[in-house]
T-cell receptor
Framework: ETGVTQSPTHLIKTRGQQVTLRCSSQSGHNTVSWYQQALGQGPQFIFQYYREEENGRGNFPPRFSGLQFPNYSSELNVNALELDDSALYLC????????????FGPGTRLTVL | AQRVTQPEKLLSVFKGAPVELKCNYSYSGSPELFWYVQYSRQRLQLLLRHISRESIKGFTADLNKGETSFHLKKPFAQEEDSAMYYCALGRGTGGYNKLIFGAGTRLAVHP
């Protein structure tokens, strides 16, 4: 069984640029969630994808967007980067359903200068 | 609004001492509550969930709906318990299951 993987590990961008982060879900999982974790804070829900469609969104602006592919992998795209977007971005995969455990990846550390 | 509060940023105890990490939540429906743990240089992982009512690594947590709390307890702390602990509230219907996390409590167990 392969766990959740994310790429890249670290990324440095400048304000106004765009970034794409990638996530491969755990084998057999059809749901992917993305979280933003700022320094000293708990993870904050960005959105969730199920069957290639957004299935719930947190309090994040539209410049945060995503995709899910037929193999259940996912991308998080952030446009017009701001300094406050600097954070650890976590991907979690799970089976659909309220009680199912979410398995987290190691995260991508994004720094915006 | 749904919210999870962990009032302590750091909890420092000696090995063998009892541990209680506090978690309070705000949610109008039937909550699903979880404790996640992150050991040094490892990824976030589920420790336990209230619906399972199980003890993992000696830790237990009881949901108290009257006090809206889900405190994590262990009678005798071990050095390997040192980690970052996050309480999380799960919400959603029809397969949409997002987690709302608290800010976390760092547990430091000293020899």
């Amino acid at each position: 069984e392969t766990g959740v993987t994310q790429s890249p590990t670290h990324l440095i961008k400048t304000r106004g640029q765009q970034v794409t982060l990638r996530c491969s879900s755990q084998s057999g999982h059809n749901t992917v969630s993305w979280y933003q974790q700022a320094l000293g804070q708990g993870p904050q829900f960005i959105f969730q994808y199920y069957r290639e469609e957004e299935n719930g969104r947190g309090n994040f602006p539209p410049r945060f967007s995503g995709l899910q592919f037929p193999n259940y992998s996912s991308e998080l795209n952030v446009n017009a980067l701001e300094l406050d977007d600097s954070a650890l971005y976590l991907c979690a995969s799970s089976l659909a359903g309220n009680h199912n455990e979410q398995f987290f990846g190691p995260g991508t550390r994004l720094t915006v200068l | 609004a749904q919210r999870v509060t962990q009032p302590e940023k750091l909890l420092s105890v000696f090995k063998g001492a009892p541990v209680e990490l506090k978690c309070n939540y705000s949610y109008s429906g039937s909550p699903e509550l979880f404790w996640y743990v992150q050991y040094s240089r490892q990824r976030l992982q589920l420790l336990l969930r209230h619906i399972s009512r199980e003890s993992i690594k000696g830790f237990t947590a009881d949901l108290n709906k009257g006090e809206t709390s889900f405190h994590l307890k262990k009678p005798f702390a071990q050095e390997e318990d040192s980690a970052m602990y996050y309480c999380a509230l799960g919400r959603g219907t029809g397969g949409y299951n997002k987690l709302i996390f608290g800010a976390g409590t760092r547990l430091a167990v000293h020899p």
